[in-house]
């Protein structure tokens, strides 16, 4: 089934550790996102990539890196991670401009810093 | 920040009754979407409506924009208690380089009881 993966489903991460979360799609899509949901904040955007090799800060971009090798790939890495960190991250992508076409989200990931 | 807001931030009505949810946002746009999001699940895109539109329908989902109030309405008619979820709207950004990304409110929490 043609979609996006995000692994790990769940995650509980101790302070200070390095983190990525994956995420995948098979859908061919230029565009990738991720986005962090946290309760009362709504959906906010961290990092953004337009296209393979090629990625921009969002809203909330701090204590976030990410890279785009290839079309299909768009880990995003936790250097050290904080409790405030703590949030269900999800992962997106689009078919070029993805404010025309919408976006196809993945499951998510649970994270939690302690 | 958000750029959209939903209202109510709740609503719970009876099976077959219509539900109505509501968006306002700050800044021009190019378009609209609605999204809606089941407890625990990602995000699933129902309805984009362009700027110089003003209705658009799809199934049971009737979807209004009003640039000069700069406001959105999602109605669902004979409500379903699968119809229960999260429903968000989204905006663009104008971005650089003829790329947009989405900026979400915080939702409406829609409960549908039998």
């Known amino acids: 089934i043609a979609g996006i993966t995000q692994a790990p489903t769940s995650q509980i991460l101790a302070a200070g550790r390095r983190m990525t979360l994956r995420c995948t799609q098979d859908m061919r899509h230029n565009a990738m996102y991720w986005y962090r949901q946290d309760l009362g904040l709504g959906l906010r955007l961290i990092h953004y990539?337009?296209?393979?090799?090629?990625?921009g800060k969002g809203e909330v971009p701090d204590g976030y890196s990410v890279s785009r090798a290839n079309t299909d790939d768009f880990p995003l890495t936790l250097a050290s991670a904080v409790p405030s960190q703590t949030s269900v991250y999800f992962c997106?992508?689009?078919?070029?401009?993805?404010?025309?076409?919408?976006?196809?989200f993945g499951s998510g990931t649970r994270l939690t810093v302690v | 920040s958000q750029q959209g807001e939903e209202d109510p931030q709740a609503l719970s009505i009876q099976e077959g009754e219509n539900a109505t949810m509501n968006c306002s946002y700050k800044?021009?746009?190019?378009?609209l979407q609605w999204y809606r999001q089941n407890s625990g699940r990602g995000l699933v895109h129902l309805i984009l409506i362009r700027s110089n539109e003003r209705e658009k329908h799809s199934g049971r989902l009737r979807v209004t924009l009003d640039t000069s109030k700069k406001s959105s309405s999602l109605l669902i008619t004979a409500s379903r208690a699968a119809d229960t979820a999260s429903y968000f709207c989204a905006t663009d950004n104008h971005g650089n380089s003829g790329y947009s990304t989405l900026t979400f409110g915080k939702g409406t929490m829609l409960l549908v009881s039998p």
């Open positions: 997106a992508s689009s078919a070029s401009d993805g404010a025309v076409y919408g976006y196809t």
């Open positions: 990539s337009n296209t393979a090799g090629t990625t």
């Open positions: 800044t021009s746009i190019n378009n």
